[in-house]
């Protein structure tokens, strides 16, 4: 994209501009950009020339767009002070354009000339051209803006459109600077890498985004509705800048770019409460239990299930819960090891046995305690149906399983007591097709007995159940295993799993595997890594489990990216 500008001086935004926020809302557009084949590759190292040849060939048209846009921005400003900084910005895009040839040359492209624009550069130059012009939705055609107020606007929706474009690719060079080796001097994208790392190309977009809040303040709140359309759009037309770009090598990602349902086998196995939720399931039923609990003077009806009162079902569930955060920190703290051991799948495996034992008398507390008597199975169902899951979860298990070219499986490992409120959350997002292996309530006439049937309830009956589902399948298929969890009771099946993925920051999970010599590896720096390792059969490449290594994500937007890119 476009070559930086010099430094036009820092201005930091306060935390609740709106550029900030804009950023902070659009997360999933920076990381499909940042997970994206191209990307993986430049940072590597092992991008092909000519890919990266063509790429910044239509840097002259990105910057002969970003000047004219200014131009027009600059002309709508009433304010000086605007009007000033949009010169200098404008100033900076010039200064690159003359110094484009020279840029080239210094990356050992030799002399390049302009080329034709293609198709992705031209859907976002028009973008910001058509938006400098006054063509936006909700406003008059250009050259009937009857007041300068209505042309200020134009130059503040201008910024909205162009200053996605600088926060991303100052986002991309600061990640990608952090990937630098200091002993490798041959990496051959370094010097564009640290251009955007720059202070200068960073403080040019600090002042861009303060500019953008600067013109904005005015603004309705439709009015910044339309700059967050717009803001949206241009990261959008980002994303599809970055995958139009032809790569002929072989890459990492995403995992299902050349998967064959006639020969290959995508199993994905998840853990549920705090991996896909926001919320532990027990949290909930416990809420479902309280707020339909009888009140201490309410006589209950003959001939149903005796039910605790509120109060007593809070205190019973109050030292249910306290009781197990005491004795699990203890159970944890006693399988460690003295001293730090080198990874080992069954050593880890037998510690994990006393874990499994405890979850097991936790799990016979519950049901001695009777807090779980008297649930409507219709109040399970409505919890489940509103039951928040982390951002991005839904979405991607959509789309894997309505993918029939995928023909993908999908399984379900949880701890949850009740599948069938695991099932109502995931049948509102149509995804009625994931396989629920968890445990169950036990349901007279439709009101639980306070019973748990159970099927999963340590990390033990976890990997029995993933075997025997792996077991299950075609040998005559090649299956890629992958496994996306967030806690200790999932360690040994993500240990298993081909590619196993840690959500969450779980400081039980992160001490046990340390301890046991598990490797934490954030998920982009690693695909670099695999990328740096790529043979050109792609014999390099291979996923193997119980290698000791687990990959890190922020979210589900990063496992959206690895497996099926934008």
């Not at 840029?103 to 080329?115: A, D, H, I, P, Y």
């Not at 010097?191 to 600090?206: C, D, H, P, V």
């Amino acid at each position: 994209m476009a070559i930086p500008p010099k430094s036009v001086g820092a201005v930091i935004p306060t935390e609740d501009g709106l550029a900030s926020r804009f950023w902070i809302k659009f997360r999933r557009e920076s990381v499909l950009s940042l997970y994206s084949p191209f990307v993986i590759c430049l940072a590597s190292g092992s991008l092909e020339i000519d890919t990266f040849r063509h790429c910044i060939a239509q840097d002259v048209h990105f910057l002969k767009a970003f000047a004219q846009a200014y131009e027009l921005a600059e002309d709508c400003a009433d304010d000086d002070d605007a009007k000033l900084a949009i010169s200098k910005l404008r100033k900076g895009v010039l200064e690159a354009l003359k110094l484009h040839n020279s840029f080239v040359q210094e990356w050992g492209l030799g002399f390049v000339k302009e080329c034709p624009i293609n198709s992705a550069t031209l859907k976002y130059t028009e973008f910001v051209l058509a938006t400098a012009s006054g063509k936006v939705e909700g406003l008059k055609a250009p050259g009937k803006l009857d007041t300068p107020f209505e042309k200020t606007k134009i130059a503040a929706y201008t910024l909205g459109a162009m200053t996605p474009c600088m926060r991303l690719y100052a986002f991309l060079g600061k990640e990608l600077e952090a990937l630098l080796d200091p002993n490798e001097h041959d990496h051959p994208y370094k010097k564009w890498i640290r251009n955007y790392s720059s202070e200068g190309f960073q403080a040019t977009t600090l002042q861009t985004e303060d500019l953008l809040d600067k013109l904005s303040v005015s603004l309705t709140g439709e009015e910044l509705n339309i700059i967050e359309k717009l803001y949206h759009q241009a990261m959008k037309l980002e994303i599809e800048f970055f995958y139009a770009q032809t790569l002929t090598q072989p890459t990492v990602i995403p995992l299902t770019k050349e998967h064959d349902p006639a020969r290959d086998c995508l199993m994905i196995f998840s853990d549920f409460d705090l991996t896909c939720t926001v919320v532990d399931s027990s949290a909930i039923l416990a809420e479902i239990a309280i707020v339909t609990a009888p009140k201490s003077d309410q006589n209950q009806p003959e001939g149903q299930i005796t039910r605790m009162s509120s109060s007593e079902l809070r205190n019973t569930w109050g030292e249910l819960s306290q009781q197990y955060t005491e004795e699990y920190e203890q159970c944890i703290e006693s399988m460690l090891p003295s001293k730090k051991e080198e990874f080992n799948y069954e050593t880890l495996h037998t510690a994990l046995e006393k874990l499994s034992d405890f979850e097991k008398r936790a799990n016979s507390r519950v049901i001695e305690s009777g807090v779980l008597k008297g649930l409507n199975f219709e109040d399970i169902k409505r919890a489940g149906e509103r039951l928040i899951l982390q951002d991005g979860c839904t979405n991607f298990l959509q789309k894997i399983v309505k993918d029939e070219n995928l023909n993908a499986n999908v399984h379900l490992l949880s701890y949850c007591w009740c599948g069938d409120l695991i099932r109502a959350a995931f049948s509102s997002g149509g995804l009625d097709v994931v396989n629920i292996h968890a445990n169950e309530l036990s349901f007279q006439e439709s009101v639980s007995t306070g019973e748990i049937i159970m099927e999963v309830q340590s990390p033990i009956d976890k990997i029995e159940a993933f075997d025997k589902i792996i077991q299950g399948c075609s040998d005559d298929k090649r299956n890629l295993t992958v496994y996306i969890g967030d806690s200790v009771g999932d360690l040994l099946c993500l240990l298993k799993a081909d590619i196993g993925i840690v959500i969450g920051s779980s400081s039980s999970l992160r001490t046990v595997g340390d301890q046991y010599g598990v490797s934490f590896v954030p998920l982009f720096p690693g695909l670099v890594k695999k990328q740096k390792e790529y043979g050109a059969d792609g014999s390099c490449c291979i996923w193997k489990g119980q290698s000791g290594i687990l990959y890190t994500a922020s979210g589900w937007d990063d496992i959206h990216a690895l497996f099926l890119g934008h």
